[in-house]
Structure formats: structure tokens, C-alpha cells
């Protein structure tokens, strides 16, 4: 999430959201990829009496149950990967937030799944943004994000869902933020 401040203009505030293509997303899709065929695999060359995997041995396997259950291991697996490769192309969750003094608007902007919501789309006065808010969660499920909070509606995330941002990171961009809209700064 790199500050990207549009041309010599200081007056807007551009922030770039990594959405699903990012590089643990597509190694998963590759190893969940590699286990899925080998699985299906093994349980083909047990239903047809013959090795399709050459570097693994399978005589002693019966289809019922194990070839039967490695093979649906596999289909299960393969549906999985098609799943995590089709948000990858698609980058589900990818987009910006946008702060613009000179048209006195914020702007959310996601990508999401095909369909008739495809994309969100948030525009909000920056006169109706109350304050800037930061939760920091530690434990076995940390949470580290940024919300806005707007007059009339619930606290709106604007960081990116995966890996939790940096402290020092998150506390920076909170305070400039902070800064850049004149509000104040809640949770720090």
C-alpha cells in the first residue's frame, strides 16, 4: 500500500490496495495444484491397474477404498485450485483509496467476484468523515487495520485483507491521514 501522490498535486492522496494476486496466493495455487493431480493420479492408476505416476509405485493399492478416496481427494482438490486460481486472475479484492481536497471526496474502489457487484465503489464528502480510526488486535488472529469513520455509516475498512501492515507502517499512515482530512485520530 504505497502513497502515490498524483502528479505535483498535494492535495490528493492516492493509496494503492493489493488485492488476491499476491505471491502466497499463487504458490499455494501451484502446491495445491501439484497435491490435487498427484492424488488423482494415485487413484486413476489403482482403478485402471496401471502406474500413471512413474516415480510412485502403486501395486498394493486397491480402488475400494483407497483408490476411491484418493481420487476424490483429488477432484476435491482440483475444484479448490480452480477456485484460488480464478480469484488470482480476477485479483478479488484489489483497488484504491482515494482523498482528494480539491473535490472535497473520498473514494473507496474494490474489485470484487463476476457478477452484478463486480465492483464497490464508496464515494463519501470529506466534510462527512468523522474521524480516523486504527484497531490493533494481537494474538493468534492479529488484526491490524484502519477505518474511516462517516457521519450515518458503520466504520469503513480501507487496508487491505491479508498479511497484518507493519505497527510503525500503520501507525504513520494513520497519522497522516489523520493530517491530510483534519480529523482526529482514535485507537493509538
Given at each position: 500500500m504505497a502513497t502515490e501522490i498524483s502528479g505535483n498535486d498535494t492535495n490528493i492522496l492516492h493509496y494503492k490496495i493489493v488485492g488476491?494476486?499476491?505471491?502466497?496466493?499463487?504458490?499455494?495455487?501451484?502446491?495445491?495444484?501439484?497435491?490435487?493431480?498427484?492424488f488423482l493420479l494415485a487413484g486413476l492408476s489403482s482403478y485402471l491397474h496401471t502406474p500413471l505416476l512413474p516415480m510412485i509405485p502403486t501395486p498394493d493399492l486397491q480402488f475400494v477404498p483407497q483408490g476411491l478416496a484418493l481420487t476424490g481427494y483429488g477432484a476435491a482438490g482440483i475444484l479448490l485450485d480452480i477456485y484460488l486460481w480464478a480469484i488470482v486472475v480476477l485479483d478479488v479484492g484489489?483497488?484504491?483509496?482515494?482523498f482528494n481536497q480539491n473535490s472535497q471526496k473520498a473514494r473507496i474502489f474494490r474489485l470484487g467476484y463476476p457478477g452484478k457487484n463486480r465492483k464497490i465503489d464508496f464515494e463519501y464528502d470529506?466534510?462527512?468523515?468523522?474521524?480516523?480510526?486504527?484497531?490493533?488486535?494481537?494474538?493468534?488472529?492479529?488484526?491490524?487495520?484502519?477505518?474511516?469513520?462517516?457521519k450515518g455509516k458503520n466504520d469503513i475498512p480501507i487496508t487491505q485483507v491479508g498479511q497484518p501492515m507493519a505497527l510503525s507502517k500503520l501507525e504513520d499512515r494513520a497519522a497522516e491521514l489523520a493530517k491530510f482530512l483534519g480529523v482526529p485520530l482514535e485507537g493509538l
Open positions: 488476491s494476486r499476491r505471491f502466497s496466493n499463487i504458490f499455494f495455487g501451484v502446491i495445491v495444484a501439484i497435491g490435487a493431480i498427484g484489489s483497488g484504491f483509496n482515494e470529506l466534510k462527512d468523515i468523522q474521524a480516523i480510526r486504527v484497531e490493533i488486535r494481537n494474538g493468534l488472529n492479529p488484526k491490524r487495520a484502519l477505518y474511516i469513520r462517516v
